[in-house]
């Protein structure tokens, strides 16, 4: 119940794509849903994150879309660039709770 | 020195080695973190400190000993480990403990264990 299960594990697009990356939750006590970007030699660094009042929000090109009943929840990046080339992890957490789970991460990979 | 900074990057030690990592926030949280990173497997949390005390403690196996001297400061002492926690070890704080306070990663230890 406590699982984040991520897809794909990688992915590569071409520039200008639109990669989508996917997360699978159990427990429906979660109500907190970050996704964390990383670059080769650097920590994570929070991207963008959503909770479940809302279906979708926007960041720039980065947009997270919820679906509560599916208890699914995935990233889109517009227009991506070679610059986004980097591993994504989702996460979920409760409100009040000191612990995020994590997603296995998708490394993506944008060519130009 | 910004953000949150960890020393040493690199860490190679023999399974009989006592060593630690060093981590430090400059951004006046008040909560920071322990957690694993394995290829292709999820990050895994392993320690939570609050205002210097523990809160959280992921079933880790006692070779591992955080101590948090105040809350700039998180140290993770290592001793007598095996093959299997070779890894990278990242550090973060947030503002507060709660999860869905922003963590602040910093880049990490690559141990291997030998």
């Known amino acids: 119940q406590q699982q984040v299960k991520q897809s794909p594990q990688s992915l590569i697009v071409q520039k200008g794509g639109i990669p989508i990356i996917n997360c699978a939750y159990e427990n429906t006590a979660f109500d907190y849903f970050p996704w964390y970007q990383q670059f080769p030699g650097k920590g994570p660094a929070l991207l963008i994150a959503?909770?479940?009042?809302?279906s979708e929000k926007k960041e720039g090109r980065f947009t997270i879309s919820f679906n509560k009943s599916a208890k699914q929840f995935s990233l889109h990046i517009m227009d991506s660039q070679p610059g986004d080339s980097a591993t994504y992890f989702c996460?979920?957490?409760?409100?009040?709770?000191?612990?995020?789970?994590f997603g296995a991460g998708t490394i993506l990979r944008v060519k130009s | 020195e910004t953000g949150v900074t960890q020393t040493p990057r690199h860490l190679v030690m023999g399974m009989t080695n006592k060593k630690s990592l060093k981590c430090e926030q400059h951004l006046g949280h008040n909560a920071m973190y322990w957690y694993k990173q394995s290829a292709k497997k999820p990050l895994e949390l392993m320690f939570v400190?609050?205002?210097?005390?523990?809160?959280e403690n992921n079933s880790v196996p006692s070779r591992f000993s955080p101590e948090c001297p105040n809350s700039s400061h998180l140290f993770l002492h290592l001793h007598t480990l095996q093959p299997e926690d070779s890894a990278l070890y990242l550090c973060a704080s947030s503002q507060e403990s709660g999860a869905s306070y922003e963590q602040y990663f910093g880049p990490g230890t690559r141990l291997t264990v030998t």
């Open positions: 996460a979920s957490s409760m409100n009040h709770g000191n612990k995020l789970v």
């Open positions: 400190y609050s205002l210097e005390e523990r809160v």
């Open positions: 959503i909770r479940p009042d809302v």
